[in-house]
């Protein structure tokens, strides 16, 4: 299978998490991909997540009940572990769906409300940072 480029940013959907044109930035220092998500409610065996967001575009109140997720240790550029929630989902590059786990965190104070690592673009993707939005732009 040969590789697909994407730029260093894109614009993606997320149809299991009632989540279309979203802004993303590759991100290949990171492994894990992230997403913002503004609230997090752990009842029982349940995770009940709030997807809602006054900064990012396109995140309007949308809340998604998972009963599939666990939770990790991210470490941040800066050495920081965070232990986040994880879950699966998926995405939508070049009008073809892929399985993306995402971790869950308040990014309403970063530019991008997603992140995609290095875990998900790996054996499928080039980032080519001097190109934007390659994916959306074939839509």
């Not at 992230?34 to 006054?54: A, D, V, W």
């Not at 790996?122 to 939005?133: E, P, R, S």
Request: glycine share 6%; charged share 30%.
């Amino acid at each position: 299978m040969s590789k697909k480029i994407l730029g260093r940013t894109d614009i993606v959907d997320f149809p299991n998490l009632e989540l279309f044109n979203i802004d993303v930035k590759m991100d290949t220092g990171a492994y894990t991909s992230t997403i913002h998500c503004s609230k997090i409610i752990e009842e029982g065996s349940t995770l009940r997540c709030i997807f809602n967001s006054n900064t990012h575009k396109n995140f309007g109140k949308t809340e998604i009940v998972f009963d599939t997720f666990w939770r990790t240790d991210v470490k941040s550029s800066n050495g920081y572990k965070e232990n986040r929630y994880k879950i699966k989902s998926d995405v939508i590059f070049f009008g073809k769906t892929y399985k993306i786990n995402l971790t869950l965190s308040t990014r309403d104070d970063m530019k991008f409300p997603v992140l995609i690592g290095r875990q998900f673009l790996k054996q499928k993707f080039i980032v080519d940072v001097d190109l934007i939005n390659v994916s959306f732009l074939k839509k």
